[in-house]
């Protein structure tokens, strides 16, 4: 009896000196599925499969030039087994900088399709990142971070991931949970570096003066231990993507009334600083200058707070919006609309 | 003698062949000399935690071993054998040296997109008889190019069985998109210049933009720290990924909904 509580023991034990570590198993039930970009050669970037007929998701900067990507571009990508392969440039968000490129050649049913996790991710969790050299260990900080992306002005939740190391090429790197399902795409990176010789260059004398007391607490902030600060685009914005390329249209559907605005210097309310001429906010009757104060009855005292308010509505609904023009007060009914479809951006 | 040739492996593999290198002919010094190389590249990857592996980094470091000349005939042959195996997918009919000759010579790209590959399967053959009747019999009416269009939906239920080439096409209502895009930056661009990230800042309406450098650190719940992250997507940074930088306020950032 005594014997074979010990050989059990001695096969636990063996068993998992010998089973792979869980970030091997999750990397390597992914890597089949991502696809690692090239342009002349050189790695720029990674796409990860979102549908059984060859769609893939990339970040645009994986692409090209930043910005929209011209449908009808070749791409050229090579997969986990080393063969290399085309994809075409379907279509691109602006909003998000995310591209749907479509395989030239592809097998249904030959590789696991990735989805977007439906769980939020629990801060201080540990990701696995995929960059363009392999996969990356991270590890997630928070959710709901406030993103504006240029030069769109389009509010965009983002998530603070942070990322082993400064070298790699992060740009467009896919971020999975232990799941392995999608968890963020990362668009953006603190630019550490070009702050720190920003701030080492004022602590030595070269920019004149000192060291300024919020610069560094910056300095002490980011970048700790040679990692990275990243910002992924978020789960939820991600399902709206990924459901709006997969759609046969392949537009994605971004709710907007066709408004700009800002913080209202004046006190309380946002200030609406232009209107798109023709947008759902014009018939409406709302005018630049005029400062919104709620919607569908909920105070808004920040411009981050109506845009997150807005991007959580769903196309094809109407808001209940209330501003002040003067000393006048109204109410009026907006309708939400798809910024692709309505406004062209 | 044998035994003498096993020893000069082991010896080379373990790195104390330098000391013999002038024994060697030119061509065992140039194979000592990739075997060093490509040692080195994969003695790299030591550093690198054993789940972070990935063919890439492998790839990588076995091409850093390897000469320009070498990469480039070893990019040679991956495009060679891709060409290769895409003639998988022609039917038998279609088949020809000129297809094996694209193949070989990496333009498989171009043959792809040629008429006669935009049918597929059984229907193939059947379609290189209609198209050679055309071609031969009804003057004038060749072969037109069979493009899907990126506008036509192509339904996602089903597998792709057929090349996809999705082309753009002008979009009449394009024209009117772009005014209004031109108008709304004119008018929007500049109040957010009050916050530009880099070059000298703008002032607008006496308010003094932020300065990045003097951000001050937020935590990470935005909706009740009123942070913003804004992210420059004409910027990347060294790393790849586009620039983003921490505002812990943002008074004079115009933000579209």
């Known amino acids: 009896m005594v014997s074979l509580i010990v050989a059990a023991m001695a096969f636990q034990q063996a068993a998992t000196r010998q089973a792979p570590p869980a970030e091997t198993v999750l990397w390597k039930s992914v890597e089949p599925s991502v696809v690692v970009l090239l342009r002349n050669g050189e790695t720029v970037g990674v796409a990860a499969l979102i549908h059984d007929s060859g769609l893939f998701l990339a970040h645009t900067s994986a692409v090209g030039r930043p910005g929209v990507q011209t449908p009808g571009k070749q791409v050229r990508g090579r997969l986990a087994s080393g063969t290399e392969t085309n994809f075409l440039v379907v279509t691109s ?31 201080n969790v540990e990701l696995l990142a995929v960059t363009t050299a392999g996969p990356k260990s991270g590890e997630f900080v928070a959710d709901g971070k406030a993103g504006l992306m240029r030069p769109s002005l389009r509010y965009v939740p983002l998530s603070e991931v942070r990322m082993e190391g400064t070298d790699e090429h992060l740009g467009g790197a896919f971020v999975f949970d232990s799941k392995g399902d999608i968890v963020g795409v990362l668009g953006a990176a603190l630019a550490t570096d070009e702050t720190r010789k920003s701030v080492s260059d004022q602590a030595t004398g070269l920019g004149g003066g000192g060291l300024p007391g919020a610069a560094r607490n910056a300095l002490n902030t980011f970048g700790p231990g040679n990692q990275t600060v990243a910002y992924a685009l978020g789960r939820e914005v991600l399902q709206r993507v990924v459901a709006g390329f997969v759609s046969p249209s392949h537009e994605v559907q971004h709710p907007t009334i066709g408004i700009f605005f800002k913080s209202n210097p004046g006190g309380r309310g946002v200030l609406v600083e232009s209107v798109m001429s023709g947008s759902p906010s014009a018939i409406a009757g709302i005018h630049a200058g005029d400062v919104i104060t709620q919607v569908d009855g909920q105070a808004v005292n920040s411009p981050i707070e109506l845009a997150a308010l807005l991007f959580r509505k769903n196309v094809g609904e109407s808001v209940k919006v209330q501003y002040s023009r003067g000393e006048r007060t109204s109410v009026t009914d907006v309708r939400v609309v798809s910024g692709h479809d309505e406004l062209g951006r | ?88 997918d022609v039917p038998e009919c279609q088949l020809s040296n000129e297809r094996l000759q694209d193949a070989i010579l990496s333009s498989a790209v171009q043959s792809r997109r040629s008429p006669s590959w935009a049918f597929a399967g059984a229907v193939a053959c059947t379609a290189m008889v209609i198209v050679a009747y055309q071609t031969f019999f009804a003057p004038g009416t060749g072969p037109a190019p069979v493009v899907l269009e990126d ?107």
């Open chain 1, 93 to 123: 968000d602006e909003q998000t900088q995310l591209t749907l490129l479509r395989a030239l050649y592809w097998e249904p049913g030959t590789r696991r399709v990735l989805k977007v996790s439906g769980q939020p991710a629990t801060p």
């Open chain 2, 1 to 88: 003698m044998k035994n003498k040739r096993i020893e000069d492996i082991l010896r080379d593999a373990f790195g104390e062949l330098d000391g013999d290198l002038g024994k060697m002919t030119e061509a065992e010094r140039t194979e000592h000399e990739k075997a060093r190389l490509i040692r080195e590249g994969l003695r790299s990857l030591a550093i690198v935690p054993e789940h972070q592996l990935s063919n890439e980094r492998l790839h990588s470091a076995i091409l850093a071993g390897m000469t320009p000349a070498e990469r480039i005939e070893h990019e040679q042959a991956q495009r060679i054998r891709e060409g290769l195996l895409a003639l998988r």
């Open chain 2, 151 to 257: 506008a036509e939906p192509v339904p996602l239920e089903q597998p792709i069985s057929a090349p996809y080439v999705a082309i753009a096409t002008p979009d009449p209502v394009e024209a009117v998109r772009d005014e209004v895009r031109a108008e709304l930056n004119r008018s929007t661009t500049a109040a957010a210049d009050g916050v530009r990230l880099s070059g000298e800042p703008s002032y607008r309406s006496g308010a003094r933009p932020l300065d990045p450098y003097l951000m001050t650190p937020v935590s990470f719940d935005a909706e009740t720290t009123e942070g913003i992250v804004v992210v420059d997507s004409g910027t990347t940074t060294r790393n790849g990924a586009y620039m983003a930088t921490e505002l812990a306020s943002y008074g004079e950032v115009v933000i579209g909904g």
